[in-house]
């Protein structure tokens, strides 16, 4: 190989190992901190080793990628997303994605990038274990950080009880590590006679403890998938005796341990620890489990109105808000999903039925190649760990979904198995070729100047301008206390025209309205709510049937109205509100603000129609009573506006102690005891850390003789308010003695 050819290559594979860090940084001064600083800093070099790349086969045409069955899977895949991208329901969304996932057909780009880049410039067997062994070391040093924040040795959420690293998020955490799992067993089984494999298994052994560490259960369940798939292979494959009974007792321990977890699931043993606990309950009525089983059947309700293409790459929440129904509200409290949370919904439902077979002859493909290269080399440790892996990835994501870290562990696997046959065969004479391309040097500077010019720009306007923005944005969040630093920050993170400007304008409306409800006193109050108001509409601009959008402007206008009770603006919010509910017809937050602007309005007998139609969704979610006792109260209907009260309480909801004090002369506490302790327990119900409330709670107990209840009260009195402990003592030593 000529020494030019050589630096160059290492050069383009340098470059690529330092991609491959991304998910141990995190700039914290960033909006959506874990996910956009790796990234950004991965998008960075995706694009600077991928122009150098295309210069670099310019020069060397025997680089140049061929087409096979798992590249042209790949690509058959994105041309599909590409289509869905076109028509999409929202193609800025589709295209740019959005700055909580960093994904976006863009996104996806440059993932593709690093597959083409990898399978071009690592096709000998050294390089691909180079790969391989730098994989891993920086995948344990994410583990050891995950390890070191649970015994709280680290500035990120130190002490938490399921580790989330540098990626801010438990389950991603471990969909990345899965990757290192399995191939830190795979070379230590292949060097299962040498020193390395002890630390090959110690390495495996910390991606399994951190993993465990995440409490991930749809992590637990793609490993359980890969392990019995590898061992399978293993038993069946293997000609030892002694092997196969081994790997069948190992199958038959593994199903005895878990089944003495899980029928152990009430004992302290289990109950008393987080991660056995959550092994344990891996049941269909669990409320995780219920609530995605919903979102499901919304994604699958959304594929059947766009059955070919979907409703767009990315568009996930158009169904999911269509589709959304308020019983979800007895299962959980976050009501806002831009994924299924499985990947083939979310593929039937953003990209069609196109796009699910795109994705599954992809994953197909990939599998075929491992496939291949064992009948070709009889290796089934290869095979059984490689194919294992695969399985396992695919069986999380039943219960997950694709993120920038788990992409650069997939891209990794995807280029070892690409390259891994090719790299067992005898070199050919065409494959130790080095002769440079025959082109004018004129035309290589032109194609050398024009990819050096789109990688600046791309820079530029893509990473470095993004990256100015969403640290402003943040600046402007921590510095809202000095009111014009908070806004100027707030403005220049707008300003910026970059990639992630609907999600910067939307933080940046939302920390601006959240200022003036909370009480703030800034020196524009009308100017700053406009400005806030014109940033949501630029966003409809975009993404005019954005349910969300249209709720939070709605809502900002609500507030906007009151300040100089402009009739008109009120009159406007109404409008985008109105688009909101048509939107997701059954989220009763979106009616809330519906009930806000009427009761604004005076139009009392409508809210309360309006707070009893959102009541009727679902009589078991309290926020929806609470907001009917609201308006019933404005209308100065107090008892039905106690009763409703009183139902918002008992289902839980928090409507806060101030709150409640409003209903205190509906209760006639001074006509008895009875009333009184009715009212105070409602308090506590509703969730108070008044130790007042909790003494006065005591009295009316013990005057009505329930002694127990006194005692109890008078204890959280005194653990509220350590200084009353020794009357709290006195109190309950009389109610001992003397009652």
């Given at each position: ?25 995190v ?12 990234a950004l800093?991965?998008?960075f ?17 025997k ?27 929202n ?115 910390l ?65 008393n ?18 609530s ?5 059947k ?19 929440v ?29 593929h039937?439902a ?8 795109a994705?599954?002859?992809?994953l ?11 009948r ?11 194919g ?56 290589i500077?032109i ?11 791309s ?16 600046a ?28 910067l ?29 014109d ?24 507030f ?19 688009k ?15 009930v ?30 609470w ?39 509906f ?46 009260a ?26």
């Amino acid at each position: 190989m000529a020494n030019k050819e050589k630096i160059f290559k290492k050069i383009l594979q340098i470059l690529f190992y330092l991609s491959l860090i991304a998910p141990l940084l995190v700039d914290r001064r960033l909006f959506f901190p874990y996910v956009t600083s790796n990234a950004l800093y991965f998008r960075f070099f995706a694009e600077l080793v991928l122009f150098l790349w295309l210069v670099f086969i310019l020069f060397y045409p025997k680089y140049r990628p061929k087409i096979n069955v798992l590249s042209g899977s790949l690509l058959i895949y994105i041309l599909v997303l590409i289509a869905a991208t076109i028509f999409s329901a929202n193609i800025y969304l589709s295209f740019w994605g959005d700055a909580e996932r960093m994904m976006g057909l863009f996104g996806l780009l440059h993932f593709v990038a690093l597959f083409f880049v990898g399978s071009s410039i690592f096709k000998e067997k050294k390089d691909l274990k180079t790969l391989l062994n730098i994989f891993l070391a920086i995948s344990s040093a994410l583990a050891l950080h995950g390890i070191f924040q649970r015994l709280g040795l680290t500035s990120i959420k130190p002490g938490e009880e399921r580790i989330v690293a540098t990626l801010g998020n438990s389950a991603i955490l471990a969909s990345y590590l899965i990757f290192g799992l399995f191939l830190s067993i795979y070379q230590g089984l292949k060097n299962l006679k040498s020193f390395p494999a002890i630390i090959y298994g110690l390495v495996a052994l910390l991606h399994l403890a951190a993993i465990f560490l995440t409490g991930t259960r749809g992590a637990f369940l793609g490993i359980a998938a890969g392990f019995l798939f590898a061992i399978l292979i293993l038993g069946f494959l293997s000609k030892n005796k002694k092997v196969k009974l081994g790997l069948l007792a190992l199958i038959i321990f593994s199903i005895l341990f878990y089944s003495l977890i899980y029928f152990s699931q009430n004992k302290g043993w289990v109950r008393n620890n987080a991660y056995l606990y959550r092994i344990s309950h891996i049941s269909l009525s669990d409320n995780t489990i219920q609530s995605r089983f919903m979102s499901w059947k919304w994604g699958i309700e959304g594929f059947k109105d766009k059955p070919l293409i979907g409703w767009g790459f990315e568009n996930y929440v158009a169904p999911f808000n269509k589709y959304f129904e308020a019983r979800y509200y007895n299962l959980a409290t976050e009501e806002y999903f831009d994924r299924p949370h499985n990947i083939i919904v979310e593929h039937l439902a953003t990209t069609g039925v196109l796009g699910a077979v795109a994705y599954l002859l992809f994953l197909v493909s990939a599998f075929y190649f491992i496939l291949k290269t064992h009948r070709e080399q009889k290796d089934s440790v290869y095979l059984a760990i490689f194919g294992g892996l695969l399985l396992a990835y695919f069986t999380q994501n039943l219960f997950l979904f694709d993120s920038p870290p788990s992409l650069i562990g997939l891209g990794v696997l995807l280029v070892l198995v690409n390259n891994w046959r090719g790299s067992l065969l005898p070199q050919t004479n065409e494959q130790g070729k080095t002769e440079g391309a025959r082109l004018r040097p004129a035309i290589i500077f032109i194609l050398a100047l024009i990819i050096g010019v789109l990688f600046f720009y791309s820079f530029s306007r893509t990473i470095l301008a993004s990256y100015r923005a969403l640290k402003d944005n943040v600046a402007g969040q921590v510095y809202m206390d000095d009111y014009k630093k908070g806004i100027d920050y707030l403005k220049k993170s707008v300003s910026r025209n970059t990639i992630l400007d609907i999600d910067l304008r939307s933080s940046s409306a939302n920390t601006i309205y959240n200022y003036y409800v909370s009480g703030g006193a800034g020196e524009d109050k009308k100017g700053d709510l406009d400005f806030a108001v014109d940033l949501y509409k630029k966003n409809l601009a975009l993404m005019p049937d954005d349910a969300y959008y249209n709720f939070k402007l709605a809502e900002i206008l609500n507030f906007r109205s009151s300040v100089d009770h402009n009739e008109q603006i009120l009159n406007e919010a109404k409008s985008y509100i109105d688009k909101a509910v048509v939107l997701s017809p059954q989220r009763a937050t979106v009616r809330f603000i519906l009930v806000e602007n009427l009761l604004i309005a005076g139009k009392f007998d409508e809210a309360i129609k309006e707070a009893q139609a959102t009541v009727a969704l679902n009589d078991k979610f309290g926020a929806s009573w609470w907001e009917l006792a609201k308006a019933q109260y404005i209308k100065q209907d107090y008892i039905n506006a106690k009763d409703s009260l009183v139902k918002a309480v008992e289902l839980g909801h928090h409507v806060g102690e101030q709150n409640i004090e409003q209903f205190m002369p509906f209760f006639n506490i001074q006509q008895g005891n009875e009333n009184a302790i009715a009212y105070y327990e409602l308090i506590v119900k509703s969730g108070t850390n008044n130790y007042l409330i909790y003494s006065t709670l005591a009295n009316l107990y013990l005057q009505t003789g329930q002694k127990e209840k006194a005692i109890e009260a008078a204890e959280i009195s005194a653990q509220l308010n350590p200084s009353t402990r020794e009357k709290v003592n006195k109190f309950i030593e009389n109610v001992k003695t003397k009652y």
